[in-house]
C-alpha cells in the first residue's frame, strides 16, 4: 500500500471517531398554534386589546421532548411615547408538549400606550413565529 492511502486511510479513520465522539441534538418540537387572546383560556382570539387589556399568548407545543425551551418576548414595535422595537419583557418556559399560556400585564392604575406591539416565539433559541397585535 502506498504512503498516500495509508495517510488517506488515517484521515477518513480520524474523521469517522471525531464524527461519533460527538453529540448531536436533534427534536422533533414545533409550534403547532400560536395566537393572541383576550383570555387565558384562549376561547377569545383577538389581535385588538383595549388600554387596560392584559395580553394573552395561546402556544402549543407538539412533538416537544420535556427539556424544550420557548421563550416569549413582548415587544412595543411602534407604541406612543416609546422608542421603537423597545422589549418589554421577556418570559421562558421549560416543556413537553402541551398548551401553553404567557400573559402581560400593564402596571395596576396605569394604560398601554397606543400602537403596535408583537410577541416573538422562540422554540430552543431560534425565533420561530412572530404574533403582532395592537391596543386602541
Known amino acids: 500500500m502506498s504512503r498516500k492511502n495509508v495517510f488517506a486511510i488515517a484521515i477518513l479513520v ?19 398554534n400560536a395566537y393572541m387572546a383576550a383570555d387565558a383560556a384562549g376561547s377569545q382570539p383577538t389581535t385588538v386589546f383595549s388600554q387596560d387589556a392584559v395580553f394573552y399568548a395561546i402556544v402549543d407545543l407538539a412533538n416537544a421532548p420535556a427539556d424544550t425551551t420557548v421563550n416569549m418576548v413582548w415587544i412595543a414595535v411602534d407604541v406612543e411615547g416609546e422608542e421603537p422595537n423597545l422589549i418589554i419583557d421577556e418570559v421562558p418556559i421549560t416543556s413537553g ?20 406591539y408583537r410577541a416573538d416565539i422562540y422554540l430552543n433559541d431560534k425565533l420561530d413565529t412572530s404574533l403582532e397585535f395592537e391596543v386602541q
Open 14 to 32: 480520524s474523521l469517522a471517531f471525531a464524527v461519533a465522539a460527538c453529540e448531536f441534538s436533534f427534536s422533533t418540537a414545533n409550534i403547532a
Open 97 to 116: 408538549d402541551a398548551r401553553l399560556t404567557f400573559d402581560l400585564a400593564n402596571t395596576p392604575n396605569t394604560l398601554w400606550p397606543l400602537g403596535q
